[in-house]
């Protein structure tokens, strides 16, 4: 493959399942489940086999959610499945059996069984990666599985469990507006495809107009509804995690992962673990919420070459994957707090996709005048560096542009007076990068 190929990835090209898979099939998510739906009959149905399924949809929030949910199963013995997208350096980070990432030994063979059911018939990559994890999941024992839909929710290639014992939806805004807009309350209707006939859902925050489609969609199949705010609720209180559900108020410790929205995010992945399990005990939930891992969230790095960089100059280091408004207001929130538990200048390495909506990621940090080092990385989808920094100023951010991340971190730090704080941002492939640095800051 060259850089002029749709589905070049530069960070992988070492995995030889996703060289096999890219080759193979095309990248583009395709929005149906009509394909799947033949595959998965073709191998006598995998999904009808798995442990109880909660699924997991919205547009900012969903890993985190997951990462939650799989700490509290494991917290309580369970062994879980997970499938999570996109991965970041390497493709077994997609499926996770009883615990432990797939083997290269597994997908690979998996693969092929799978490619000779599906006999040369069109296929997308996120379909038969789909359908993969599903097979892994049903041949391997475990008591619960987790599963994160890739995109949207209803035409989904996750979306075909009858009677799922959870669905979840985070908080939905914009995103992906090309193929799931034009509005608010499209969006919010492809989330909510997810919801199942009589089955419960747990719902986050939502704003109005995506809240009525899902309270809408809930109602037409008679689904269960526990909505954030109403039923339930989560709150920060003197550092702790505060549940507040019907019948029991839980007094937990911090979530593990950094941000005042992860306080939200765990909260809801307790009203759904305990929507599962209503008897999991606090100890349980509270282990949980504070040992999740999830790469590339407001992730403090500690090793790794931009890291060492960083250190030498006595600055810390962050890198975070969100790449839309909703996760710009999240991360600017996130990074206020930083500065305010030590004050020192703070700066924005970012790079992006093109089609993403720069001006409005970079809006929320306007009142904090953060200087930004607009970069790009090897993808043929990556915004340039003068693109960035344009809608940087256009946001009312001083910028400045480099040609790759390790000069943009470099010039971060080649400042007089104190060290700053550096939050590398903009994008989940982005940084995907920054960790296929080093082994030492692979996802394991």
């Known amino acids: 493959m060259t850089s002029a ?50 699924h997991v949809a919205g547009t900012n929030g969903k890993g985190s959610t997951v990462a939650y949910l799989r700490a509290i199963g494991e917290a309580a013995g369970l062994r879980v499945h997970t499938l999570t997208s996109p991965h970041l350096v390497r493709f077994a980070e997609r499926i996770r059996l009883a615990g432990r990432l797939i083997s290269d030994e597994q ?29 892994a999941f049903a041949e391997t024992p475990a008591d619960l599985c987790v599963v994160e839909v890739g995109l949207g929710g209803r035409f ?4 075909v469990f009858d009677a799922p014992a959870v669905s979840v939806i985070t908080p939905v805004d914009y995103d992906h507006l090309e193929m799931l807009g034009p509005g608010l309350a499209k969006i919010a209707w492809e989330k909510a495809g997810i919801i199942k006939r009589g089955r419960p859902v747990v719902v986050a925050r939502q704003l109005d107009e995506a809240l009525e489609m899902i309270e809408r969609e809930a109602d037409d199949r008679m689904a269960p509804m526990l909505l954030m705010g109403r039923d339930f609720d989560a709150w920060e209180e003197r550092g702790r995690l505060l549940v507040q559900m019907p019948e029991r108020l839980l007094d937990l410790p911090p979530p593990s992962l950094f941000g005042g929205y992860q306080f939200a995010n765990a909260g809801l992945a307790v009203a759904a673990a305990l929507t599962f399990d209503h008897d999991l005990p606090d100890e349980v939930l509270g282990d949980g919420v504070a040992s999740a891992v999830w790469p590339a969230r407001m992730q403090r790095l500690t090793a ?19 790449h839309n408004p909703h ?4 991360l600017a929130e996130a990074a206020s707090r930083i500065v305010d538990r030590d004050p020192r200048p703070l700066t924005l390495v970012a790079g992006m996709f093109a089609r993403k909506d720069a001006e409005g990621f970079f809006r929320p940090f306007a009142e904090m005048k953060p200087r930004v080092i607009a970069t790009t990385f090897d993808s043929p989808q990556a915004a340039s560096a003068e693109d960035i920094a344009v809608a940087a100023v256009k946001a009312g951010l001083p910028a400045e542009m480099s040609p790759n991340v390790e000069d943009a971190v470099r010039r971060a730090l080649s400042v007089d007076g104190p060290a700053p704080h550096v939050l590398v941002c903009g994008g989940l492939h982005f940084a995907g990068e920054v960790l296929a640095m080093s082994p030492e800051t692979w996802p394991a």
Do not use: C, Y
Request: no cysteine; charged share 25%; glycine share 6%.
């Open 304 to 322: 790794g070459p931009l890291f060492e960089l960083a250190r030498a100059r006595g600055a810390d280091i962050w890198l975070d994957g969100g």
């Open 107 to 135: 997908l690979l063979a998996l693969t092929e069984r799978v490619e000779a059911a599906n006999a040369d018939q069109p296929i997308s990559f996120f379909e038969i990666t789909t359908v993969l994890a599903l097979l």
């Open 327 to 330: 996760a710009g207001r999240a």
């Open 5 to 54: 190929d749709p589905g070049f990835d530069p960070i992988r090209a070492s995995d030889a399942v996703i060289q096999r898979l890219r080759r193979s099939h095309p990248t583009l998510i395709d929005l149906t489940t009509g394909r799947v739906e033949r595959l998965l009959a073709a191998l006598d149905h995998p999904e009808r086999r798995l442990p109880p399924v909660i």
């Open 156 to 159: 989904d290639a996750t979306n």
